[in-house]
């Protein structure tokens, strides 16, 4: 549970880390920035349409949104049958090229038009909070996929304790043969049944798990 915890206040420190480098850059422009745009389809800022794919610049980094998840251009993608580079030149379907500055977007039918930053910034962060997310969810998954292993080893080895057990208790009868007494033969009974149903109660546990993991 602590682990767990600390998991997820790091996490959250690591959403409000990436929430203010995004508005840093936002609000300290690199110097690419600041230099001449290539010529755009009007000069006029043109809202990103929710239902369109685009393959946007800003800030030096190049991303591609589409069916309305956004994901930043590493290596070389394929989007609509155009390349797009890391460093925002776009191969176009018809054997064109183009390079994107800071402030464009290309849209789908190949047309460069200038955006709103200020607009794309809720976008990043937005997926940056969602990678964040994912990784949390991938972190808990793993540490319960750890704790039901650590569990089952837990179980087999208490399994192997109670059959140990059962199978001192047989030797000792056996030595002992037709020297053991009533009491001692009644104590042994006992014992033995008592290991028995220790052992179809961690079987029965063991099951439970092994069905557990195998739903996820």
């Known amino acids: 549970m602590k682990t767990h915890l600390l998991k997820i206040i790091f996490l959250n420190v690591l959403v409000f880390a990436c ?6 850059q936002e609000k300290n422009p690199s110097a690419s920035s600041r230099s001449k745009k ?3 389809n009007g000069s006029q800022i043109q809202p990103l349409d929710p ?3 685009y393959v946007i610049m800003t800030e030096g980094e190049t991303y591609i949104r589409k069916n309305g998840k956004l994901m930043e251009v590493k290596n ?3 989007i609509e049958g155009m390349r797009v580079t890391p460093q925002g030149k776009v191969f176009k379907r018809d054997g064109s090229q183009c390079i994107l500055e800071n402030g464009q977007a290309l849209t789908m039918e190949g047309k460069v038009i200038k955006i709103n930053e200020s607009q794309f910034l809720s976008e990043r962060m937005k997926a940056m909070q969602e990678q964040c997310m994912a990784m949390m969810e991938a972190s808990i998954e793993t540490e319960q996929n750890l ?10 080895n208490k399994k192997t304790e109670l059959l140990n057990k059962k199978m001192n208790l047989v030797n000792q009868q056996m030595s002992k043969g ?15 049944a008592g290991l028995d149903q220790e052992l179809r109660d961690t079987e029965v546990k063991l099951q439970q798990l092994d069905e557990e993991m195998t739903r996820r």
């Open 19 to 24: 929430v203010l480098t995004v508005f840093a």
């Open 38 to 40: 290539e010529p755009v």
């Open 51 to 53: 239902d369109k794919d």
């Open 76 to 78: 070389d993608r394929m």
């Open 147 to 156: 704790s039901m292993m650590n569990e089952k080893i837990r179980l087999l």
């Open 178 to 192: 037709k020297k053991v007494s009533k009491d001692e033969q009644e104590t042994l009974n006992q014992t033995m």
